[in-house]
Structure formats: structure tokens, C-alpha cells
């Protein structure tokens, strides 16, 4: 059985982007919805867990949403852009409306002793796209990246493998994504990384 990252789409733009890159890491991964219920995607065994991008804010009336069990599952996960949002909400943090949406390609710091930035520079150009930004750390968390206006570019809780990051790594205008991808698939989640696209071609035909 492969080893298997799960992407969870709440209406973003890029899901099918997020899920190609990491089968470019050889890892199998396969996309769900939301509304998916949890049992049946942690029924998966899955290794790690991604949360999507998404058109709305977190805080609106029935915006697409999860349950804290999802981050109580000692599965590593990673929230990009209103995922990051979504996991800081739901865990007790605050998200709040900017007076300006950021947006375009935007000079980002990292924290390099993060896991998740390990091995790329300390400051490099990201893709950002968001009108709301985590105002407030959910407990446990610190941030590990910001930009001129966004104290909170990227956050984690190291010790239960929780990483939030507000921009959008599977995209090329993001210098590093690929390496940010890479070291949150193989090194956070542990995938061995010993799945081939071909193998899935193979089983699609089939």
C-alpha cells in the first residue's frame, strides 16, 4: 500500500496544483472535499493532511470548515493560505479583514530553524493572495515568517507537527514552494517517497 498525503479542498483555486506537486515528491495523494466526513479520510491512513486555499473568510456564516479532531489526530498538517486561517480559527486563534488585500509576489523572512524552511533562505519571494489575515496566534503556535504588513506569514506548533503558511507554496511564482512542499511530504510527514507517476497512469487505465 502506498504511502499517502491527503489534500482536503475547501473551493480553492490550486487543488489540483497542491496535489500534483506533491506526487512530483513521489507521494500518492488524493484530493477530498470538506464536507468529506473525517473518519473516512483518517480510514486512509493518511501520513499527512494539506488544507487547501478557499474563496471565502473563515468567519463568515457557513463557511467551508473542519472539526478540531482533524488537528487532534497526531497527523501532520499543513494549511495553505485560508487553510493556515482555518487551522488558527478553529484551534482559538483570531483571523481578521485587512484594510488592504496583499497580494502579487511579496518579499517574505523565514525562520530557517523551522522544519517546514529548512535548508532555504532566510528571505525569498512568495506568492500571496488574501484579503484576511491570523491576527491572533492560536495557542501553542509561533509565527516563522513574515512580510512587511503581515506579522504572521507563517506559524507552527513544532511539537504536535501543525504548520500554517499564509501564501501559496505550490505555485512557481513562490521561489522556494517546492522545497517548502519537499520538506513538509518527506521530512515533517516522513514519506519515503518510493511512489512513480507512471504506476498511477497504470491504475487509471486499468
Same mark, same amino acid.
Given at each position: 500500500m502506498n504511502e499517502l498525503v491527503v489534500v482536503i479542498d475547501f473551493g480553492g483555486q490550486y487543488n489540483q496544483l497542491v496535489?500534483?506537486?506533491?506526487?512530483?515528491?513521489?507521494?500518492?495523494? =488524493?484530493?477530498y472535499s470538506y464536507r468529506t466526513p473525517l473518519h473516512e479520510i483518517l480510514a486512509r491512513h493518511p501520513m499527512g493532511i494539506i488544507l487547501t486555499g478557499g474563496p471565502s473568510s473563515v468567519y463568515e456564516e457557513n463557511a467551508a470548515?473542519?472539526?478540531?479532531?482533524?488537528? =487532534?489526530?497526531?497527523?501532520?498538517?499543513l494549511g495553505l493560505c485560508y487553510g493556515a486561517q482555518l487551522m488558527s480559527y478553529v484551534l482559538g486563534?483570531?483571523?481578521r479583514r485587512a484594510a488592504d488585500r496583499e497580494y502579487g509576489k511579496t518579499e517574505t523572512i523565514f525562520d530557517t530553524t523551522s522544519p517546514l524552511f529548512e535548508g532555504i533562505p532566510d528571505k525569498s519571494i512568495v506568492w500571496?493572495?488574501?484579503?484576511?489575515?491570523?491576527?491572533?496566534?492560536?495557542?501553542?503556535? =509561533?509565527?516563522?515568517?513574515?512580510?512587511?504588513?503581515?506579522?504572521?506569514?507563517a506559524a507552527q506548533n513544532r511539537e504536535r507537527k501543525l504548520y500554517?503558511?499564509?501564501?501559496?507554496?505550490?505555485?512557481?511564482?513562490?521561489?522556494?514552494?517546492k522545497e517548502i512542499l519537499f520538506n513538509f511530504v518527506r521530512n515533517i510527514c516522513g514519506c519515503r517517497g518510493d511512489w512513480k507517476m507512471d504506476s498511477f497512469v497504470e491504475s487509471q487505465i486499468r
Amino acid at each position: 500500500m502506498n504511502e499517502l498525503v491527503v489534500v482536503i479542498d475547501f473551493g480553492g483555486q490550486y487543488n489540483q496544483l497542491v496535489a500534483r506537486r506533491v506526487r512530483e515528491n513521489n507521494v500518492y495523494c =488524493e484530493i477530498y472535499s470538506y464536507r468529506t466526513p473525517l473518519h473516512e479520510i483518517l480510514a486512509r491512513h493518511p501520513m499527512g493532511i494539506i488544507l487547501t486555499g478557499g474563496p471565502s473568510s473563515v468567519y463568515e456564516e457557513n463557511a467551508a470548515t473542519c472539526t478540531a479532531e482533524l488537528f =487532534e489526530a497526531g497527523i501532520p498538517v499543513l494549511g495553505l493560505c485560508y487553510g493556515a486561517q482555518l487551522m488558527s480559527y478553529v484551534l482559538g486563534g483570531e483571523v481578521r479583514r485587512a484594510a488592504d488585500r496583499e497580494y502579487g509576489k511579496t518579499e517574505t523572512i523565514f525562520d530557517t530553524t523551522s522544519p517546514l524552511f529548512e535548508g532555504i533562505p532566510d528571505k525569498s519571494i512568495v506568492w500571496m493572495s488574501h484579503f484576511d489575515y491570523i491576527s491572533k496566534l492560536a495557542p501553542g503556535f =509561533e509565527s516563522i515568517a513574515h512580510t512587511a504588513s503581515t506579522p504572521v506569514a507563517a506559524a507552527q506548533n513544532r511539537e504536535r507537527k501543525l504548520y500554517a503558511i499564509q501564501f501559496h507554496p505550490e505555485v512557481l511564482h513562490t521561489e522556494y514552494g517546492k522545497e517548502i512542499l519537499f520538506n513538509f511530504v518527506r521530512n515533517i510527514c516522513g514519506c519515503r517517497g518510493d511512489w512513480k507517476m507512471d504506476s498511477f497512469v497504470e491504475s487509471q487505465i486499468r
